[in-house]
């Protein structure tokens, strides 16, 4: 009888070592793990744990929620965060397979999150350089640089990129409505200057009709003033020329005389003609002499005077 409840005893110690519960959910969360479902393998191993705590059972426990953190971080856009809670799972030393599964998608996380930092350095670059285009006002370009980033499938898609969306939308509305702005600016200055361009050209003919006018008054008192003035010799026989219409008459000479009586230019229109074409010699004919007013110019025949 006593050696039926020592065996009976024994029987319960031993099962209570190994229980069923803990070897089923620590099989199913390295299953869960072979299928990277970490949540569920940490379900399974917290499970398992409860029934009995192991060396084995805490280190997976352990390195299956870093790799739960390194993703949550990196889909949360954490890189840097992403990549130190990996490495704790890369520098643990252990042989056991199910942790060399999680070191492996500890390196996956690690080089995914380096991929995904330089893109965002990249991201970031663009963005820098559409802002500083947009600050120079080459609107078209500035929007080329925004509309390119707007349409990256990882910005379009990633919830971590929800922030630069936005922030990319409002840049290219901006863009947009500063564009349409600067183009309404210049043409309200083109317009002003052209309006401007007008007035100072009104201006100028203005200036000029008035000079115009002012010259033609000027010269109309210098011609009443010179009008005035009396008659030079040298004049009255151009005027009497001019009165006698003598023109292309090589032979023909006027020449002023002397004065009348009445203070008169006398003039003296004559030519000369040749008797003798081999010695030149010859007489004079008188034309006429013409009396000319020095003030009003007045010529007349002085011989009928």
Not at 106 to 135: D, H, W
């Given at each position: 009888?006593?050696?039926?409840?020592?065996?009976?005893?024994?029987?319960?110690?031993?099962?209570?070592?190994t229980?069923k519960?803990?070897?089923d959910?620590?099989?199913?969360?390295?299953?869960?793990?072979?299928?990277?479902?970490?949540?569920?393998?940490?379900?399974?191993?917290?499970?398992?744990?409860?029934?009995?705590?192991?060396?084995?059972i805490?280190?997976?426990l352990?390195?299956?929620?870093?790799?739960?953190?390194?993703?949550?971080a990196?889909?949360?856009?954490?890189?840097?965060a992403s990549?130190?809670?990996a490495?704790?799972?890369?520098?643990?030393?252990?042989?056991?397979?199910?942790?060399?599964?999680?070191?492996?998608r500890?390196e996956?996380?690690?080089?995914?999150?380096?991929?995904?930092?330089?893109?965002?350095?990249?991201f970031?670059?663009s963005?820098?350089?559409?802002?500083?285009?947009?600050?120079?006002?080459?609107?078209?370009e500035?929007?080329?640089?925004?509309?390119?980033?707007?349409?990256n499938?990882?910005?379009s898609?990633?919830?971590?990129?929800?922030?630069l969306?936005?922030?990319i939308?409002?840049?290219?509305?901006?863009?947009?409505?500063?564009?349409?702005?600067?183009?309404?600016?210049?043409?309200?200055k083109?317009?002003?200057?052209?309006?401007?361009k007008r007035?100072?050209?009104?201006?100028?003919?203005?200036?000029?009709?008035?000079?115009?006018?002012e010259?033609?008054?000027?010269?109309?008192m210098?011609?009443?003033?010179?009008?005035?003035?009396?008659?030079t010799?040298?004049?009255?026989?151009?005027?009497?020329?001019?009165?006698?219409d003598?023109?292309?008459?090589?032979?023909?000479?006027?020449?002023?005389?002397?004065?009348?009586?009445?203070?008169?230019?006398?003039i003296?229109?004559?030519?000369?003609v040749?008797?003798?074409?081999e010695?030149?010699?010859?007489?004079?004919?008188?034309?006429?002499?013409?009396?000319?007013?020095?003030?009003?110019?007045?010529?007349?025949?002085?011989?009928?005077y």
């Amino acid at each position: 009888m006593k050696g039926n409840l020592f065996l009976f005893l024994l029987l319960i110690l031993l099962v209570g070592c190994t229980p069923k519960a803990y070897t089923d959910n620590l099989a199913a969360g390295k299953e869960e793990i072979e299928k990277q479902n970490y949540s569920e393998a940490i379900e399974a191993f917290k499970i398992a744990n409860s029934n009995r705590e192991t060396s084995e059972i805490q280190l997976l426990l352990t390195q299956t929620n870093y790799v739960e953190e390194s993703i949550t971080a990196f889909n949360e856009g954490n890189f840097e965060a992403s990549i130190h809670t990996a490495k704790k799972i890369i520098n643990e030393e252990s042989n056991i397979e199910t942790i060399q599964a999680l070191k492996n998608r500890a390196e996956s996380l690690i080089n995914e999150s380096e991929k995904a930092i330089k893109q965002r350095e990249y991201f970031q670059t663009s963005l820098v350089r559409g802002k500083t285009l947009l600050e120079k006002q080459n609107f078209d370009e500035a929007f080329k640089v925004f509309e390119e980033l707007s349409t990256n499938k990882d910005i379009s898609e990633k919830e971590y990129y929800i922030g630069l969306r936005n922030e990319i939308t409002k840049l290219m509305n901006d863009t947009f409505n500063k564009k349409k702005l600067f183009i309404e600016e210049q043409e309200r200055k083109q317009l002003e200057e052209e309006r401007k361009k007008r007035e100072a050209e009104e201006k100028r003919k203005q200036e000029e009709a008035l000079k115009k006018k002012e010259a033609e008054e000027q010269a109309k008192m210098a011609a009443a003033e010179e009008a005035k003035k009396p008659l030079t010799p040298e004049q009255a026989i151009d005027l009497v020329k001019k009165y006698l219409d003598l023109r292309d008459r090589p032979n023909l000479f006027v020449e002023y005389d002397h004065d009348n009586p009445n203070g008169d230019y006398v003039i003296h229109v004559y030519e000369v003609v040749i008797d003798d074409p081999e010695t030149g010699e010859g007489h004079t004919a008188t034309w006429g002499w013409y009396g000319v007013n020095p003030v009003n110019k007045l010529v007349y025949d002085n011989m009928n005077y």
